[in-house]
């Protein structure tokens, strides 16, 4: 069987090389607004599906301009002149083609007593993925975050974006954005809209994406051709239960042959988080003989340092070197806990109390480095790119935890209290060439992979006063993971008539060990499989689209996940890692309907196959509670998405997205008998956003938004329905070189979810009220030449997703 995937992606790679080339011409003439020839206007050429640079050309003494020997694909083409510039114009290119006069008009940037009319976004589905192009729209005067959330097809819930139901990677211009869900929220809030010109949301990625990327949003910045220098100042106050601020600042440079950007952030938080559990705990005929009810409230001091250099080196026109680095510090991070419970006995009287308090200090350095050599040949779309990666990961802390334990009258009974310290260090390193060929009327893109990984992770317990059968010295382990993953693929794309189709294959093979040396266990995989994907979009006209895909996938266990090492909230309630834990494969089908770029029909299925789920187990004997990452039996998903995008009038943009959807998880009900439990829930989501220009100069825009989720699962658990209502306001001041923000969140206060896990003997519920309610105020400061647009880049690397706060 080894042999027949071997032979199966090598006849791909061959396969193509019998086909013929096959390139067209396309021309155009550049006028201004008074219908005047523009001699020696610039007009350069773009991929659609990704905004890659594909050429560009001057047009002559007559405004005429001619590009030649150009592969079918689907294309952006844009013209400019000493501050003029043309829409961007999108074209399927399958023959040779006359574009006809190309308009250059003033940039509304530049203008200062007249009414900017903006352009309403507009939606595409590609053969690959669905973009959302709002440079230059109401949408774009937000901050990136606002804009995500808000894409067509994309799901927020608790601070997560889901597509199809499952948490999506972040890129930004192609390259993954590798940071904690907080982290990223608020770095994409700092980062105004109106430097992004579309949204990419790919809900199975093509096979030149790592298998293990799951669904993908892609952010595309807009790109600056003018030389000089740009910075900008920017800072934010939010006052939620605690005040909070972060600063930040960012400066670019840019000549002919070098793009320099840097930029730093400091966030100090005090943030309080609320909680509440309730466990039944149920004898041999599933009644209840005990109840334990607890209440803590956590708070946790940060200041995290974020700084991101990245440096472009243009060596000629066809050689380029790229060098971006991410450094994160947060330095004595305090999180304590303090937990109040209340145990009640069969009679529902109160039996004992006790309170629990968990002090948590860690340090955490993540260090990312990235060098990319990107090669251009003389045949118009030949590339060749390669990368190098690695990332130094280091996690310690120490935690100290004790509990006291009282009779009903309030006497102490007894005490108990424990010390651990963790030390986590990650080495990942990885390389990669990629190489593009046009081919025939189509194209393909092939490279090859390798990603090492070792993670060494270290636990001690001691400092024990007093006796609990649930922690002791032994618990005590030091885990050693490595892993390498070799990988291959080969995409082929082309386009004729009214269809656009990409088909790919990627090979992986994954050697990984992990080891604990003082548990004596040992857990080694070793296996080769292949990723097929498949994508088809048939256009019988302008107003309609068709698109299927299929793609198959595989998930990873997050490094940590795999230590068999408990995190306590007290000593009855902790959660276990897994070292048996092993990747899941998905196969993802889509099929989608698309009316006049307003109205979107999305029908998807997903088999998740053995998915890697939080499960949540009460041992009725013991009495304690626990939280396990495991593997299930099997996992569906499937629904029914219906989309519109439209402008109601012209200073209103409307967005609603509904989706209808259908998730299970089966597993095995551990604490049950190990008998197969199915967890489901048929849900809906409701997405309605406005968006409102409101001076007519366009300098002053808000937005309102409501977004419904019912219930949803997680692993074990059934989540509640949540509302969530936000509003926020905008103004641009002195020319666009400023900005101030204000903005209210969970309006309604219905954002917070309680979680429930009710089958067979287990019976107990969890729910949280975290700092989802705040008023947030912001303001940016752009200096230099501010209408630059930087070469910010985000490190694309899989691998480091799978690090885990």
Request: glycine share 6%.
């Given at each position: 069987?080894?042999?027949l ?8 790679f ?23 020839q523009?001699p ?11 905004t ?30 000493v ?26 940037n530049?203008?200062e ?31 990136s975050w ?66 293990n ?18 910075g ?30 840097a ?15 309730g ?8 009644e ?12 946790t001091?940060?200041r ?26 947060d ?7 303090l ?98 060929q ?12 390798f ?12 400092n ?6 649930n ?12 892993e ?18 990409k ?6 093979y ?7 040396l003082s ?9 080769f ?9 048939y ?9 299927i ?9 997050k ?13 009855n ?6 070292p ?24 998807y ?7 890697i ?5 009460q ?12 593997n ?6 499937y ?20 989706s ?92 917070n ?17 975290e700092?989802?309610r ?7 400061y ?14 694309n ?9």
């Amino acid at each position: 069987m080894l042999n027949l995937r071997y032979a199966l992606l090598l006849g791909l790679f061959l396969s193509t090389k019998v086909l013929l080339s096959q390139e067209y011409k396309l021309h155009g003439e550049i006028i201004n607004a008074q219908a005047e020839q523009v001699p020696f206007a610039n007009v350069l050429m773009y991929k659609a599906k990704d905004t890659s640079y594909i050429g560009g050309v001057s047009a002559d003494e007559n405004g005429k301009f001619l590009f030649q020997a150009v592969k079918s694909d689907s294309i952006l083409v844009r013209a400019s002149y000493v501050g003029l510039y043309s829409e961007y114009i999108f074209h399927f290119l399958n023959k040779d083609y006359n574009l006809g006069a190309i308009i250059l008009q003033s940039d509304t940037n530049e203008l200062e007593e007249v009414v900017v009319t903006q352009k309403r976004p507009t939606v595409n589905r590609l053969a690959d993925r669905l973009v959302f192009n709002v440079e230059n729209t109401v949408v774009s005067s937000g901050d990136s975050w606002s804009i995500l959330r808000n894409t067509p097809g994309v799901i927020e819930n608790q601070g997560n974006l889901l597509v199809k139901g499952k948490k999506a990677s972040i890129y930004i211009n192609n390259r993954k954005v590798h940071l904690s869900e907080n982290e990223l929220q608020d770095l994409l809030e700092g980062y105004s809209g109106v430097n992004i010109k579309a949204v990419e949301v790919m809900a199975t990625p093509p096979s030149n994406y790592d298998a293990n990327s799951g669904a993908i949003i892609n952010i595309v910045t807009s790109k600056g051709l003018v030389a000089g220098y740009k910075g900008s100042v920017n800072g934010s106050y939010t006052q939620a239960v605690f005040p909070k601020y972060s600063l930040g600042t960012s400066h670019y440079y840019q000549t002919e042959k070098v793009n320099v950007f840097a930029n730093y952030n400091f966030s100090p938080k005090k943030e309080i988080f609320r909680s509440g559990t309730g466990v039944n705990y149920k004898d041999e005929n599933n009644e209840t003989y005990s109840s334990w009810f607890s209440n803590s409230d956590v708070i946790t001091k940060s200041r995290v340092h974020n700084l991101n250099t990245s440096l472009d080196y243009t060596i000629d026109e066809n050689n380029k070197l790229n060098f971006t680095s991410n450094v994160v510090i947060d330095p004595n991070k305090k999180n304590n806990r303090l937990l109040d419970a209340f145990i009640f006995n069969r009679n529902k009287t109160l039996d004992s109390t006790f309170n629990s308090l968990r002090e948590v200090d860690t340090d955490r350095l993540n260090i990312a480095l990235d060098g990319t050599y990107e090669r251009n040949f003389t045949k118009l779309g030949s590339k060749l790119t390669l990368n190098a990666h690695i990332t130094s990961f280091n996690h310690s802390q120490t935690q100290n935890l004790g509990s006291n334990y009282f009779s009903p009258s309030g006497n102490l009974t007894r005490s108990f209290s424990f010390t651990t310290e963790e030390e986590q260090d990650i080495t990942i390193f990885t390389s990669q060439l990629d190489y593009e060929q046009p081919i025939g009327s189509g194209s393909i893109e092939t490279g090859i992979k390798f990603a090492g990984i070792n993670s060494d992770n270290l636990v001690d317990y001691y400092n024990f006063q007093g006796e609990d059968q649930n922690v002791t010295a032994a618990l005590s382990d030091n885990f050693e993971y490595d892993e390498k993953v070799y990988a291959a693929y080969l995409t082929y794309i082309n386009s004729w008539d009214k269809f656009s189709t990409k088909i790919g294959v990627r090979g992986e093979y994954t050697d990984a060990v992990g080891n604990s040396l003082s548990l004596g266990q040992q857990n080694n995989q070793n296996f080769f499989e292949l990723f097929p994907s498949v994508f088809l979009t048939y256009a019988p006209n302008e107003n309609n689209s068709f698109s299927i895909d299929y793609n198959r996938g595989v998930t990873r266990p997050k490094y940590q996940d795999l230590n068999p090492f408990r995190l306590f909230i007290n000593e009855n309630d902790f959660s276990e890692g897994n070292p048996n834990l092993v990747p899941h494969f998905t196969n993802n089908f889509n099929f989608n309907y698309t009316i006049n770029g307003e109205y979107f029909i999305d029908f998807y299925y997903r088999d998740n196959g053995a998915y890697i789920s939080p499960l949540e187990f009460q041992d009725n004997e013991l009495r304690i509670k626990k939280s396990i990452n495991q593997n299930v039996l099997e996992s569906t998903s499937y629904g029914l998405d219906f989309t519109v995008s439209k402008s109601l009038l012209s200073s209103w943009y409307f967005y609603g997205y509904a989706s209808f959807f259908y998730e299970d998880e089966t597993f095995l009900a551990i604490e049950s008998g190990n008998v197969p439990y199915k967890n489901k829930v048929d849900g809906v989501y409701l997405y309605l956003g406005n968006y409102l220009t409101l001076s007519k100069d366009g300098s002053f825009t808000g937005e309102i938004s409501l977004t419904h989720l019912s219930e949803f699962i997680f692993g074990s658990y059934v989540q509640s329905a949540t509302t969530n209502l936000n509003i926020g306001f905008r103004k641009n001041l002195w020319k666009n070189r400023a900005s101030i923000s204000v903005q209210i969140e969970d309006v309604l206060k219905k954002a917070n979810p309680r979680m429930t896990s009710k089958y067979l003997n287990q019976d107990n519920y969890y729910y949280s009220r975290e700092e989802t309610r705040f008023l947030r105020l912001g303001f940016t400061y752009n200096f230099g030449n501010y209408r630059l647009s930087n070469n910010e880049r985000a490190i694309n690397k899989n691998e480091r997703d799978r690090l885990k706060d």
